[in-house]
């Protein structure tokens, strides 16, 4: 008999245990032709259907019940073994973060936690908006979501606000020929849009005034893109002033308006479980360090400060 189709066997569990082809291909990150090519394979390598495949939608065969539960004990066995052996390995302290907090915010303060803690080796790894954290690859998350994240067994922090306002570069004010820029000069400068135009849509609606039909301007998938564009004088962005507090300070960028949205969104780090003492304690230095990181942060003024000044 040829060597056992682990694959197919992988893909086959993640059937049995979503209870159809469509969601086991959305827990894999694969197609739902790609599960059916996977099971078809296991059918044939075994020699034997495992669904009923009349009516609307295919149901497990008796034997393939009995397949589906050894594999669901087998495979939680097998990660068991994997997160304890993985316990044991020597590694470094490893931070997942969106690329705003990464770029914006933690990569140009890191410097100062290398310098209190040289004794911790750290890896810094991306973590994708709107996807969960594995916290077997991951000790400590940041992330941004509206409201605080709950996840069983982790620890969730808040640590930024997500308040966003209108800004654009002092190029592209300039174009205005004045230092005050009212609803109408924004839409006359462009709009970017971060991944969609929703937020221009309630910011719009927030200032009393109808979106356009065609709101225009490009959309950018992700915020360091976004700022970039704002940067070099595209066009007005929403951007969340905790991740843009250095490009204000510096004038690279100039607020447009107090009126703000996203304020129900923050800015979150959490905190998985530690493997052993060692790493819970690199852990809690790393955590208390950001803490106060932020809370050192020099606090913007108003523009109505800055008029008066």
């Not at 893909?11 to 996977?38: M, N, P």
């Not at 221009?200 to 109808?210: E, F, I, N, T, V």
Request: proline share 6%.
């Amino acid at each position: 008999m040829s060597h056992l189709p682990l694959n197919a066997l992988r893909v086959f569990e993640a059937v049995a245990r979503t209870g159809s082809f469509r969601r086991a291909a959305e827990a894999l990150f694969v197609t739902q032709s790609a599960v059916s090519h996977q099971i078809r394979h296991l059918e044939d390598w075994l020699g034997t259907p495992l669904f009923d495949r009349e009516g609307s939608r295919p149901r497990l065969l008796p034997h393939g019940e009995e397949l589906a539960r050894a594999l669901s004990l087998g495979l939680s066995e097998i990660e068991n073994a994997c997160q304890r052996a993985r316990s044991h390995r020597d590694g470094p302290l490893v931070i997942a973060a969106i690329p705003s907090v990464a770029v914006c915010w933690l990569i140009p303060r890191l410097s100062g936690f290398r310098a209190l803690h040289p004794e911790i080796e750290i890896r810094v790894i991306y973590a994708m908006h709107g996807r969960d954290i594995d916290f077997r690859d991951a000790h400590l998350a940041f992330v941004f979501a509206a409201g605080m994240p709950e996840r069983p067994g982790i620890r969730a922090e808040a640590f930024l606000p997500g308040v966003s306002v209108p800004v654009c570069s002092p190029l592209a004010l300039a174009r205005l020929g004045k230092a005050e820029a009212g609803v109408e000069d924004i839409l006359a400068l462009g709009l970017l849009h971060d991944t969609d135009s929703s937020g221009w849509r309630s910011w719009l609606q927030r200032a009393g005034h109808a979106a356009p039909a065609q709101s225009g301007g490009p959309v950018f998938e992700d915020f360091n893109l976004l700022r970039a564009a704002a940067l070099a004088g595209q066009g007005v962005a929403l951007c969340p002033i905790a991740m843009i507090r250095a490009d204000l300070d510096s004038g690279r960028l100039v607020q447009l308006s107090e009126l703000s949205v996203l304020e129900e969104f923050g800015y979150y780090l959490l905190s998985g479980p530690a493997a052993d003492m060692a790493m819970a304690r690199e852990a809690r230095a790393f955590r208390d360090w950001a803490f106060a990181a932020r809370d050192d942060a020099p606090k913007l003024p108003s523009r109505r400060e800055d008029a008066s000044g």
